[in-house]
């Protein structure tokens, strides 16, 4: 099974909205990624933990907090979002550190609106 | 120094085809070359990847010619097929950074 899973699918929120992504994978797979993706453009690093440690934080603003439960959970906390944060999310996750040559798997994303 | 610069923004090649994309790059500690394939509405998912070790890389009509001393890479997808239509990144990584560097992408359109 290669299957990285995210939900919700489609997200609505306001300003004022506190929300939360969620993705999973089931892979044995140490190091799990969001990005950020805009239409047209090439997904964007935002964060990556490996081993469940935050490694990599791509100066995210902090309306964006990440977080990891355990090694086949990962979380995007959301609050105080601004109109230009619409875009398609991301997650992924690799074996270990994907620059390295492991394959990066990715999710189907969550389509992200801010009103 | 982190770029990766990928030509063309966007491509249409007629059914049975060659679809010829291009990646170049500088930094010299990339040493991980894949190449991502996108579907509207769907996550990238792994096309093909090379080493620098070796210069090209077959898998079925997808081929990736590597270039070293020119740091260039490419992408040819041989008799494309409308179901090729797809957006398609190439990327480098290097065990230095952990992270991939995605190209911009090119937009490919197989017309029947």
């Known amino acids: 099974d290669t299957e990285v899973t995210q939900t919700p699918k489609h997200l609505v929120m306001g300003m004022t909205n506190k929300k939360s992504l969620k993705c999973e994978q089931h892979?044995?797979?140490?190091?799990m990624y969001w990005y950020k993706q805009k239409a047209k453009k090439p997904p964007e690093l935002m964060f990556v933990?490996?081993?469940?440690?935050?490694?990599i934080n791509e100066s995210v603003p902090s309306r964006f907090s990440p977080e990891c439960p355990n090694s086949s959970l990962l979380n995007l906390h959301l609050h105080a979002l601004q109109p230009e944060d619409s875009a398609l999310y991301l997650c992924?996750?690799?074996?270990?550190?994907?620059?390295?040559?492991?394959?990066?798997?990715f999710g189907p994303g969550t389509r992200l609106l801010v009103l | 120094q982190q770029q990766v610069k990928q030509s063309p923004q966007s491509l249409i090649v007629q059914k049975g085809g060659i679809s010829i994309i291009n990646c170049a790059y500088e930094?010299?500690?990339?040493?991980?070359f894949p190449w991502y394939q996108q579907f509207p509405g769907k996550g990238p998912a792994l096309l093909i990847a090379?080493?620098?070790?070796?210069s090209e890389k077959k898998e079925g009509r997808f081929t990736i010619s590597f270039n070293k001393s020119a740091k260039q890479f490419s992408l040819h997808i041989m008799d494309s097929q409308p179901g090729d239509s797809a957006t398609y990144f190439c990327?480098?990584?290097?065990?230095?950074?952990?992270?991939?560097?995605f190209g911009q992408g090119t937009e490919l359109s197989v017309k029947p």
């Open positions: 992924a996750s690799s074996a270990l550190l994907a620059g390295i040559g492991e394959t990066q798997y």
């Open positions: 892979m044995g797979h140490r190091a």
């Open positions: 933990y490996s081993y469940e440690k935050l490694s």
């Open positions: 930094n010299t500690a990339f040493d991980y």
């Open positions: 090379i080493r620098p070790d070796v």
């Open positions: 990327a480098a990584g290097s065990n230095q950074g952990g992270k991939l560097i």
